[in-house]
């Protein structure tokens, strides 16, 4: 489970996730937990890993689990096409 696409950041700081990535945003050093909103996040504050452009709410991103990087869905994109 390389890269996840998400359709969508919540903030520029962080995105909820569900369970199922936990162990990957964890592994990642990108886990945030406890916070009244919600229960797990994905910490993506340092932007694209490419470009260190910050992710804006609405955006689409990508989550390499192979290297923890945050991408933009352009280098995701190209990540993916490697």
């Known amino acids: 489970m390389p890269l996840i696409h998400f359709e969508m950041a919540d903030s520029t700081e962080r995105t909820q996730i569900g369970e ?5 945003a964890a592994q990642a050093g ?6 009244a909103d919600g229960k ?10 490419a470009t260190g452009k910050r992710i804006k709410p609405g955006d689409g991103f990508c989550f390499d689990t192979d290297t923890g990087d945050i991408l933009c ?3 995701g994109k190209e990540r993916r096409d490697e």
């Open 40 to 49: 797990y996040f994905l910490d993506h504050a340092d932007g694209c890993g």
């Open 73 to 75: 869905e352009d280098h």
């Open 30 to 35: 990108r886990l945030e937990t406890g916070e």
């Open 20 to 24: 199922g990535l936990v162990r990957f």
